[in-house]
């Protein structure tokens, strides 16, 4: 929105200034979608397009900035690596169109899971990465894996039916997920020990029969 209030000389505004008006509000306009172009193109390089989650690439970078935040601030941040459980089955089931759909439903479950200054990421088929910033407890890290796997497990991923003559017109594809929970400082100081930390916690968390999470312990190694 462009406002004139006044015009130096106490004069009205006339058809001349109209036209000078119109001239710079384009000029203006474009300048702005420019910038707006260039701001939804940098989105883009950096989401994922099936889930509309940020990407992996993205995710190293802003792990690697939360990491140094929180050091910064002697702050806490937690690692959540999340895996859907059996998911070839989705796909041999329903087919890989279908379980695309499930992806991107189950990253829906995922964002409103967590607060709105935590961080979700698609790292890559099935598995996804959220960053808890300030998640200052052990505790604070497992009540998100909790309600992760409790949203996924109550309620199935709802989608239309690829035919519209079929009866229920609706498919319901019930998925679970398991999760794994690592805290800096205390499982790692650096991206690569953090994300080997959730992702052995995540194995354990399968290993234990799925639909649950599981804490790191302390890392065996210190870099």
Excluded at 11 to 22: A, E, I, M, Q, S
Excluded at 41 to 48: H, K, P, Q, W, Y
Aim: with cysteine; glycine share 6%.
């Amino acid at each position: 929105m462009l406002a004139l209030y006044d015009r130096l000389g106490a004069d009205d505004f006339d058809d001349g200034d109209l036209v000078t008006l119109r001239t710079f509000a384009g000029q203006a306009a474009v300048a702005v979608e420019n910038v707006m172009l260039h701001s939804e193109a940098e989105r883009l390089a950096l989401a994922d397009p099936l889930t509309g989650l940020w990407n992996y690439r993205y995710m190293r970078v802003s792990l690697k900035r939360e990491i140094e935040r929180a050091a910064r601030f002697e702050r806490s941040l937690a690692v959540l690596a999340v895996d859907v459980d059996r998911f070839a089955g989705v796909n041999e089931q329903h087919g890989h169109t279908v379980g695309d759909a499930v992806l991107a439903g189950v990253a829906n479950r995922l964002k409103a899971a967590v607060r709105e200054v935590d961080m979700s990421f698609r790292q890559g088929g099935e598995a996804f990465v959220l960053l808890l910033p300030e998640a200052d407890s052990a505790a604070r890290a497992q009540t998100a894996a909790r309600r992760i796997c409790m949203s996924l497990r109550s309620t199935p991923i709802t989608l239309p039916a690829s035919d519209p003559t079929r009866r229920p017109t609706e498919l319901s594809v019930r998925v679970t997920v398991s999760v794994g929970v690592a805290l800096y400082p205390h499982n790692g100081a650096t991206p690569e020990d953090l994300l080997e930390a959730a992702e052995g916690a995540l194995v354990a968390a399968k290993a234990d029969g799925r639909d649950t999470w599981r804490v790191a312990g302390v890392p065996r190694r210190v870099r």
